[in-house]
């Protein structure tokens, strides 16, 4: 198979080392900074570099777009223009409406639109790697006029590269990933900005917070770059999305307002089931249920090394791990979450005997993850 990437980012960079080596591919690359496309070359990303788009193409079996969002309609086009009429055209943006919208009727059969959900704070091809889709969900957006072949054959090529290929309808993905991906973005930078803004009695309640608030914000401030275009093309979703938060929120205002106790307990309650819900979802394939071994963890080189090599070594998987800084002074808690109650207790031993205080918790609904 013949693959063509326009666009050698992170993104790009990872899904042309994946294609290369487990799919079988050979990847050819495009980027309209030749820096990136050296770069990419150089991690071994693509096999070629093209000059101009249409070399890039125009002997492919498959074209992916990882062109920037606010890039998508006309980028997709040129793709589509230069590509053989055999060539399946996809992209990978995090929006899929317009994208798919803007595809000439004649060409609506050949072009699937594709968002995998999944990413890293790190940038460029000299980042990428190929297990970044492991296990990553995969929206493919096919419509009425897609050849059923070509999306067959996409669905297989997603599940090559060890993502989990999932159909839905352009505009059902974008107003599914306003509400579980873009709004909690807005979300996350109102708290910051609003704890950021002003002190309260001269204290600066940035010294104060603690784990919830690092949690909530831990997108706060992303790229401007990406997210004014993520934000503006899904604008429509968006909106829907944040004027249905903004009615809850005055629900929980006027609760607070009447000392409603029942409608608060309500309130959390709803909240808790649906967060048990999200995680039977995330940990669907791990057996037994889920505790989190809480440890400090000093300030010094080697210390979470030395936390996971114990852990390890006696054979209890981390399922997820997460590390709280507090200062170099106090150091930091980490989080690690285990599957069973056995493998919970064997944690805390290993570690009290390493010389770490640890305790464990069953995850719960209200508890940190």
């Not at 993502?163 to 579980?180: K, S």
């Amino acid at each position: 198979m013949r693959v063509t990437i326009v666009g050698l980012g992170l993104m790009g960079g990872s899904l042309g080392l994946a294609l290369a080596g487990r799919a079988g591919a050979r990847v050819v690359g495009y980027d309209p900074d030749p820096a990136a496309g050296a770069a990419a070359l150089e991690r071994g990303c693509v096999a070629l570099v093209s000059a101009d788009i249409a070399d890039a193409c125009a002997e492919a079996d498959l074209v992916v777009v990882c062109a920037p969002v606010a890039d998508l309609p006309a980028v997709v086009g040129r793709a589509l223009a230069a590509a053989p009429a055999t060539a399946t055209v996809t992209d990978v943006g995090s929006t899929k409406a317009n994208v798919v919208r803007s595809v000439a009727p004649h060409d609506r059969h050949r072009f699937i639109g594709g968002h995998p959900v999944c990413g890293s704070e790190a940038r460029g091809a000299a980042s990428a790697r190929a297990e970044l889709f492991d296990g990553a969900t995969w929206f493919l957006t096919p419509v009425h006029d897609s050849d059923p072949a070509r999306f067959a054959a996409l669905h297989s090529t997603v599940t090559a590269v060890g993502a989990r290929p999932v159909a839905i309808d352009p505009g059902a993905h974008d107003r599914l990933v306003a509400l579980t991906s873009h709004l909690p973005h807005v979300i996350a930078n109102l708290l910051a900005g609003q704890a950021g803004a002003g002190t309260i009695d001269g204290h600066d309640p940035l010294a104060a917070v603690g784990g919830s608030f690092r949690d909530m914000t831990r997108v706060a401030g992303a790229n401007p770059r990406v997210w004014i275009d993520i934000f503006l093309d899904n604008r429509d979703a968006l909106l829907a999305a944040a004027r249905e938060h903004a009615r809850r929120l005055d629900d929980v205002i006027v609760a607070l307002e009447q000392r409603d106790a029942g409608y608060l307990a309500r309130f959390i309650g709803e909240a808790a089931g649906a967060r048990r819900r999200a995680l039977e979802a995330a940990f669907a394939g791990v057996a037994g249920d889920l505790h989190v071994v809480r440890v400090h963890v000093p300030d010094r080189p080697g210390a979470i090394s030395g936390i996971a090599q114990a852990l390890g070594a006696a054979r209890v998987n981390i399922e997820d791990f997460v590390l709280h800084h507090v200062s170099p002074e106090q150091g930091g808690t980490a989080e690690i979450t285990v599957a069973g109650e056995a493998a919970a207790d064997r944690a805390v031993t290993i570690l009290d005997e390493q010389g770490y205080g640890a305790i464990a918790t069953r995850l719960e609904p209200g508890a940190p993850a």
